[in-house]
């Protein structure tokens, strides 16, 4: 069996990450501001959004250190994350605030040992779900900024730029022609 612990872990985080930067520096600073309808975040918020996505996790699992979600304040949670989203930035500093807060998580995660990771997390009654490991939890803060991602590659070709991983792909078929 293959194993992948927090080594392996931190290491696909940062790479989502690189590849959010990627993304970040490719759009315009001028289009930060470019939301494609109402509903939408913009470009900024989403990014910022993404810089911040961590932190829920990070409060359980590196700051209160959780076995149990009951009793959790799940809204004093996520109104402190949205305070903290809603501040006005420049792209610039979403730029910054990517790299620092993405840097703060990877350090996290590359030094957990594997029976933290292997810790179970109870939810209350109400949530009718069973337990999750921590390494489970931790992995959704990846998936969590690839859906973003995903979103933000649509607004790049709504905004008329090719992704960087598009680019990539094609340089790499045109290579091998």
């Keep these: 069996?293959?194993?992948?612990?927090?080594?392996?872990l931190a290491a696909s985080f940062r790479t989502v990450r690189m590849n959010t930067l990627e993304t970040a520096r490719d759009i315009p600073a001028d289009q930060y501001d470019y939301t494609p309808t109402d509903i939408c975040r913009s470009v900024g918020k989403l990014l910022?959004?993404?810089?911040?996505?961590?932190r829920f996790q990070y409060q359980i699992h590196a700051v209160e250190k959780l076995s149990t979600f009951v009793g959790f304040d799940f809204l004093a949670t996520f109104a402190a994350i949205g305070a903290e989203e809603a501040k006005s930035r420049t792209?610039?500093?979403?730029?910054?605030?990517?790299?620092?807060?993405g840097e703060v998580f990877g350090t996290f995660l590359d030094g957990l040992s594997d029976d933290f990771l292997s810790e179970m997390i109870a939810f209350p009654p109400e949530f009718s779900q069973p337990p999750k490991s921590r390494l489970e939890m931790l992995l959704g803060v990846k998936e969590h900024e690839m859906h973003h991602r995903g979103q933000l590659m649509v607004y790049q070709r709504m905004l008329g730029i090719v992704p960087h991983l598009t680019r990539q792909r094609e340089a790499r078929a045109a290579e091998r022609a």
């Design 91 to 101: 792209p610039s500093e979403v730029i910054e605030l990517l790299e620092t807060e």
């Design 48 to 54: 910022t959004h993404i810089a911040l996505g961590y």
């Design 1 to 8: 069996m293959t194993h992948y612990g927090s080594k392996e």
